[in-house]
């Protein structure tokens, strides 16, 4: 199939969604005559011992396939054409896709109308991750600084790459494994850590603690005021005996 960009896609659409069926087919007969003449003679040396419905087309037509499909379609309009069109191009995709199945995401469907498991949406995450973090480490885009609305838009691109940046990171966290869970005890020095083990939190801390009313953990992290540590989103209070775990993630995340 030949490739065409979506400009020369528009601009021969231009060019020819004016003409009739009658013109259309004119045209094709001239283009396909003139490709005959230079296939005769590019092939002249031999010619004569090939019959003329056996040349074969760059995109392996013979003449008498393309006299084959003028008889066919030379009495259709031109609404019955593109609607024979669309239906081969449908079932085109629907091969495509029982073809390439198994790299398909499963339910694809269901993530155009919103509905996406978390197997889904992990392997989607998968599949942007690096483009994502490309743009996300972008600090300047080049623009024609005379021009307000490039000027605007390279601004609002500064915004989404830090977003973006946000989400890479937030989505290597929580790809990465448990190091410790367990229950938070203070230790002699004021700061807070988890009991058996030798890691503690300091101030700016990433960690996930338990909650009760949820039934799940929450991420989040640990800072110091009014003289003893906090876990930032939770009531101020006694935070020994709580329930946390901590990932083998080194950056801080909140």
């Known amino acids: 199939m030949e490739k065409k960009t979506m400009a020369e896609l528009k601009a021969q659409h231009e060019k020819y969604k004016d003409k009739t069926m009658?013109?259309?087919?004119?045209?094709?007969?001239?283009?396909?005559?003139?490709?005959?003449?230079?296939?005769?003679?590019?092939?002249?040396?031999?010619?004569?011992?090939?019959e003329e419905e056996e040349i074969h087309f760059m995109d392996g037509k013979t003449i008498a396939d393309l006299k084959a499909q003028h008889e066919k379609y030379k009495d259709k309009t031109m609404q019955e054409l593109i609607k024979m069109r669309k239906e081969r191009l449908a079932e085109g995709q629907n091969e495509l896709r029982a073809k390439y199945k198994h790299l398909l995401i499963e339910g694809e469907?269901?993530?155009?109308?919103?509905?996406?498991?978390?197997?889904?949406?992990?392997?989607?995450?998968?599949?942007?991750?690096?483009?994502?973090?490309?743009?996300?480490?972008?600090?300047?885009?080049?623009?024609?600084?005379?021009?307000?609305?490039?000027?605007?838009?390279?601004?609002?691109m500064k915004v989404i790459a830090a977003h973006l940046l946000e989400a890479v990171k937030l989505y290597e966290y929580i790809d990465t494994p448990v190091r410790a869970e367990g229950t938070l005890y203070q230790r002699s020095d004021g700061r807070y850590g988890i009991k058996d083990t030798d890691i503690y939190f300091a101030s700016g801390d990433t960690i996930e603690y338990w909650d009760e009313g949820y039934g799940s953990y929450e991420l989040s992290r640990i800072e110091y005021k009014d003289d003893d540590y906090y876990i930032v989103g939770m009531h101020r209070g006694q935070i020994a005996g709580l329930k946390v775990r901590i990932r083998a993630y080194e950056k801080p995340i909140l």
């Open 22 to 50: 009658k013109e259309l087919i004119k045209e094709r007969k001239e283009r396909l005559k003139k490709r005959h003449t230079e296939l005769r003679e590019k092939y002249k040396h031999f010619l004569g011992e090939v």
């Open 109 to 156: 469907e269901e993530v155009v109308e919103g509905k996406v498991n978390l197997k889904q949406a992990e392997r989607l995450m998968g599949k942007i991750y690096y483009n994502a973090k490309h743009l996300g480490n972008v600090n300047e885009f080049e623009v024609n600084e005379i021009d307000v609305e490039e000027h605007f838009r390279g601004n609002q």
